[in-house]
């Protein structure tokens, strides 16, 4: 029939079968329209139908073939578009009769019942939101009727869209609208949160059932609008209550749904850091003025609130990188804080701990400090129960942790100013617990802040291995000359630049060179003096007597003692060899020593009942006399040296700081505009932050305090009122 000769029936055929399948849609729609449930009837007949079309158009393939090539522009005889005076476009059998179904069916339903269908499958989706049961099934073959009914079109989504996904949208926002305000109108924002986060969950699973793919996203987003998005700040006002309360599984829910809407976070993430600085702050308020003189205090609970609120990113927050960097915020604000508690000071206190942990029998102090008092006030023997893990690590895995907190310090050279003065105390009076161990720090420092940063903390190791072999050079020195000394000495030469001891700050390094050393140490000195001029020639040596130590036998009493010692109290005692009462303007002038140096020399000898004084306040007429009487348990004894208080020493410091951070900052301004040649005032205070950076944070006043400086010095000039050049 398709190929007859001379006019095949290609047209005839296929207008009668549009035919029967305009009538058959036209029964079909009145045999659905009887049903008071339209869309189960809808359903059944939809499959049926879909079905049968596939199977006739398969029949029909030479003809679809036929009518393929006609609308391709192919050679034939008639290539008119449609059949019947154009009431049927020509077109693949399948596609004619979803064609047909969908005008004589879904628009006849529409435009002459009130869209019954879909008032209908609407109604079952409410009734499924309300918890009753619907047909999923039902539904889903409805609203897929809607694309495949158009599948053969430029636009086969048209269709659901405008039939279904648009009036959807509607629905969804009106039902949970409603719901929403319900729900909060209860007033238990946790409630509210769990019930949102289960419908949230139900709408995913029920778009999965129902809807296209395409439209998973905005109906998802419309439910946001209404159950997220309209009550963003109800949410965000409960959550410091939230952290308060330790309410986590309710800062889950608030997290989770907040992630959802645009900049949702924005506002929870401020309050979260807040909190965590405020918690840190608070830490450092309670440890009040006791910070420097224990900074395990310091160190071990600000390293608890930061592992507490780690886990929570990582438990609460689904590890979070936007809550873990706010607490990295946090507790940088908390070790840089200097305004809550003056005497926390961050860097200082960090590098103090590192000193308590690198000192001999640093683990036997943590045990001491854990004794507890009986009802008399006197300690117990027994030992209390250590409340942290942190108490059974070694020192490593301690200062391991402490580099957590380091790592959150901006003023960097405040820490290395300190660490590397301690240091140099450890190194020269040998009460570093392990070299391994302080190797280890360094190594940790530089990885961290670079080469430079510990380039003067190895330098003062390499110091005591010469030294070591600069004694053992000065043994054989005195053999080979036939030189005896009458007391043991040893010596330490240390570099001038890398060593932080011989500031000018400290007002000891030309003063203490006055001191009038004992005769008994005279040979020792001038001998070693004439042996490293001869090796070293060009070097000077400046001896730093406020440093040296040393022991010294009394045997005047009825046993003997050996009584370990700073240089100034062993010279101020040695003076006594010849008279039994000095006073102390006598001890200052024969000792060479300031009166303010002999006065706090004095001091441990006299609290150790090893001398006595007329009088209980000490001046240049108190008069002192050795202790004939003095008797202790033990034969070695150690008095502390006449060092500085921590208040003294942490000044003293700070001065020395303030002074390396000019210097660096003009290096800094000389090497940039030696590059650049010309800036202006904006680019250059830049330029000279971000260079800065990582060592400390200078002050944009200091800056151009070192600035003028260098226009003073001509490294530098101002051309313009804000343009500086560099002079060559």
Known sequence: MCNAIPRPFTDRLFAGIAEYIDKHTTAICEKILSHDDIVTAYAHEFEQ???????????????????????????GTDRRPTVIDGKYRKQNVQALALSLWKSNILFTIRDRYQNRLFYQVFEMIRRDRDGNEASHSTIKIVVTSLVQANAFTDQPLQLYIEEFERPYLVHTKRYFEAEAAREMALGNIGTFMKKAMER????????????????????????????????????VEQFRN??????????TLAYSLLSRIPDGLKYILSIYEEYVARLGKDILAKLGHSVPKIPKAYVDQLLNL???????????FA????????????FRTIVNDTQTNASANGPETLARYCDMMMRKNAGKKDISSSTTLDNNGKKKGNLRRPENIEDFMDPEEKLLKMITLFKYVEDKDVFQKFYSRMLAKRLIYSTSSSEELEMNMINRLKEICGVEYTSKLNKMFTDMSLSSDLNNSFRDYLKQNSYKLNVGFDIQVLTAGAWPLNQKDDGKATEANKIHIPIELEKSVTYFESFYGEHHSGRKLLWQWNLARGELRLTYLDRPYEIQMGLFQMVLLLLFNSQITLSVSELSSQSGLAELDTLRSIKPLIDLKLLEASSTNYNSSTQLSLNMAFTSKRTKIKVAAAAQTEQQESQTARKSIDEDRRMYLQAAIVRIMKSRKALTHVQL??????????????????????????????????EERDTYTYVA
Not at 242 to 251: A, G, I, S, W, Y
Not at 306 to 316: A, E, T
Not at 319 to 330: G, R, W, Y
Not at 686 to 695: A, H, L, N, V
């Open 49 to 75: 139908f879909e079905m049968a079309a596939g199977d006739i158009s398969r029949g029909c393939d030479y003809l679809n073939r036929l009518i393929s090539q006609t609308s391709m522009g192919s050679s």
């Open 200 to 235: 949230l969950q139900q709408e995913i699973l029920r778009n999965n059932r129902y809807c296209h793919s395409t439209s998973h996203r905005r109906v998802v987003k419309e439910f946001e609008a209404q159950y997220i998005a309209a009550y963003q700040d109800r949410i």
């Open 242 to 251: 939230m952290l308060l309360e330790e309410r986590f599984k309710d800062c």
């Open 306 to 316: 930061h592992n507490k609120y780690y886990n929570v990113n990582n438990q609460v």
């Open 319 to 330: 590890s979070d990188p936007l809550f873990t960097a706010a607490v990295d915020k946090a």
């Open 685 to 718: 205070v830049q330029e000279i932050i971000d260079q800065t950076r990582s060592r400390f944070s200078p002050s944009v006043i200091l800056i151009k305090k070192c600035i003028e400086q260098l226009i003073e010095k001509q490294f530098i000039a101002r």
